[in-house]
């Protein structure tokens, strides 16, 4: 762990409808209970056993974990799955389909940028990108007033909660494609100046990084647009503008450097390189989506390519410092997309939000308490985030909800395995605890792309 501030997540809220029960889990226990009540009133010599029985095993559905999940809550995954197997659905990105994604050119002032238009969900996406950011290079005080800075841009984002929908950044690494190879490194004779062999030394280092991968950094930014069907209209083309102005301006501000906006050309490049294992210049600027091939139970083949999404199931339980991430985004060759997607919460909707979940879990602990079950350490930790949360909306920072995503890509799906297998590790070194997206892989390639999707 670095020296000076630190930052906590605090737990996953897993607040449920009584006692920490989800509707689900409600559901099928009482319908358990239900059918073996009934079955010990039929007065059968057998009937008590079966209602044991029955109740025992409706409770490992509702509790019993299978990777991560129960039974009860992997049951729609495999049904959904199951149907788009049989239904040979070959659409992009499973049952939210394609058709209303494509990328357009918007013009607001004399400036040009690309939007996604995204008819499914009413959404119009447009994108910043960054060039290099040597942030785990900066000292700990830089690195903690950059943070400052970022948050300060997240507050401020926050404040347009009614129009901004989603933000979102992509860390992504690919093959550079066709990059040459490493040059020779020039040399200068020994003893004669040691700081010019220390900077050719580094810049054969980073030659050697660049010719083997590509880092790309975008931020995305949606925002509404109900009559996205029918093209941008010119309000929401010079709105989203003026958001993005806004946000290239706050970036630099914060000490980060984007290139502007990309434009229509950019930004379907950008789509496309997520699905092609080769350079390929087939699709046009408004069609680049990789279409599912090939689905799989635990991969699934979009474009040329073979992919396996994650989700952030846990973000670091203990303080961890501004570079925890160091070791997933700068280590490792495999091609693998990193997502973030957050959605900005008006401050009034986050405080109701905030004493919602304090009123309810106070209620549940009582209810535990009377019937003589112990309040487990994870609860304990689970009210103090919430607390945390409620006194820090009250002194005025800013609410967000937001989920984070790993996607990893491979040519073949043996190649797949040990690319997931390597990233697995960096990710524990990284304190993150990762669910694999198991029978939802289709859907789950889309949060790698620029679409805000995946915060719910």
């Given at each position: 762990m670095t020296e000076g501030v630190h930052y906590r997540f605090g737990p996953r809220d897993r607040r449920g409808l009584v006692a920490g029960q989800r509707t689900g889990q409600l559901v099928v226990l009482g319908v358990a209970l239900l059918v073996a009540v009934l079955l010990v009133r039929s007065?059968?010599?057998?009937?008590?056993?079966g209602a044991m029985a029955l109740v025992?095993?409706?409770?490992?559905v509702v509790w019993l974990p299978v990777g991560g999940r129960s039974i009860q809550e992997w049951a729609p995954v495999a049904t959904r799955f199951l149907l788009r197997r049989r239904r040979g659905d070959e659409r992009p990105f499973g049952r939210r389909g394609p058709a209303g994604e494509r990328v357009v050119d918007a013009s607001v002032a004399g400036r040009c940028f690309g939007v996604v238009l995204d008819r499914a969900h009413g959404t119009a996406s447009a994108a910043l990108s960054f060039g290099e950011v040597p942030f785990v290079l900066l000292d700990e005080a830089a690195r903690s007033q950059r943070v400052g800075a970022w948050c300060a841009v997240l507050a401020a984002l926050a404040e347009r909660a009614g129009v901004v929908h989603r933000v979102q950044w992509i860390e992504r690494v690919h093959p550079a494609l066709g990059a040459p190879g490493l040059a020779p490194t020039p040399t200068t004779p020994i003893g004669r100046d040691a700081l010019a062999d220390a900077r050719a030394s580094y810049a054969a280092l980073v030659r050697a990084?660049?010719?083997?991968?590509t880092h790309e950094l975008i931020l995305v930014v949606s925002i509404r647009?109900?009559?996205?069907?029918?093209?941008?209209?010119a309000e929401r083309a010079g709105l989203l503008g003026e958001e993005l102005d806004a946000l290239a301006e706050r970036c630099r501000v914060a000490g980060l450097a984007p290139t502007g906006p990309l434009p229509a050309d950019a930004l379907a490049r950008l789509v496309r390189r997520f699905g092609e294992a080769r350079p390929n210049d087939r699709f046009g600027a408004t069609a680049p989506w990789p279409t599912i091939g090939e689905r799989r139970w635990d991969r699934v083949r979009a474009g040329g390519l073979w992919h396996a999404s994650y989700w952030v199931a846990e973000w670091p339980r203990q303080e961890v410092g501004s570079d925890f991430l160091a070791p997933l985004l700068l280590s490792g060759t495999e091609r693998r997309t990193i997502s973030l997607v957050m959605a900005p919460?008006?401050?009034?909707?986050?405080?109701?939000?905030?004493?919602?979940?304090?009123?309810?879990?106070?209620?549940?602990a009582e209810l535990k308490r009377r019937h003589g079950f112990a309040v487990s350490a994870r609860a304990h930790r689970e009210d103090e985030a919430v607390t945390r949360r409620e006194v820090e909306l009250a002194a005025g920072h800013a609410g967000y909800r937001f989920s984070g995503y790993l996607t990893v890509s491979a040519e073949?799906?043996?190649?797949?395995?040990?690319?997931?297998?390597?990233?697995?590790?960096l990710s524990a070194m990284a304190r993150l605890d990762l669910r694999r997206l198991d029978g939802e892989h289709d859907e789950a390639v889309a949060t790698a792309l620029p679409l805000g999707w995946g915060c719910a």
């Open positions: 007065e059968h010599p057998l009937a008590f056993v025992l095993a409706a409770a490992g990084e660049r010719s083997a991968n647009a109900p009559r996205v069907a029918c093209g941008l209209s919460v008006p401050a009034l909707a986050a405080q109701r939000a905030a004493e919602q979940a304090r009123t309810s879990r106070v209620a549940d073949t799906p043996a190649e797949l395995v040990s690319a997931c297998s390597r990233l697995e590790q």
